[in-house]
């Protein structure tokens, strides 16, 4: 019932930008945390960004100040803007749905089929 698919990846230079979009069903979104997730090759994945339902967000150290990540609750979408891109954010980027508002109990354990992200001159 629940799905999360995402889009946007693509091959950039260094310095360049991407948009990525997540766009959820099959629950209540606005209700939701959602997270960005990457995982390169011989890496563990990492958690890149967050958002609360409330809008609230947090970011890992190494995109703070390049990535932002937003949602749209009337499209069932969750965002991340990418800008001045490194070759060391090469990675598959997945999303992935967080806790409901107010409810430690709720099922985390949903994942998009990820989208690669390439940057390379």
């Known amino acids: 019932q629940v799905q999360l698919v995402e889009s946007g990846g693509g091959l950039v230079q260094p310095g360049g930008s991407l948009r990525l979009s997540c766009a959820a069903s099959g629950f209540t979104f606005s209700n939701y945390a959602m997270r960005w997730y990457r995982q390169a090759p011989g890496k563990e994945r990492e958690l890149v960004a967050a958002?609360?339902?409330?809008?609230?967000?947090k970011y890992a150290e190494s995109v703070k100040g390049r990535f932002t990540v937003s949602r749209d609750d009337a499209k069932n979408t969750v965002y991340l803007q990418m800008n001045t891109l490194k070759p060391e954010d090469t990675a598959v980027y997945y999303c992935?749905?967080?806790?409901?508002?107010?409810?430690?109990?709720?099922?985390?354990?949903?994942w998009g089929q990820g989208t690669q992200v390439t940057v390379s001159s």
């Open positions: 958002i609360s339902s409330g809008g609230v967000t």
């Open positions: 992935n749905r967080g806790l409901r508002v107010f409810d430690l109990t709720s099922q985390t354990d949903y």
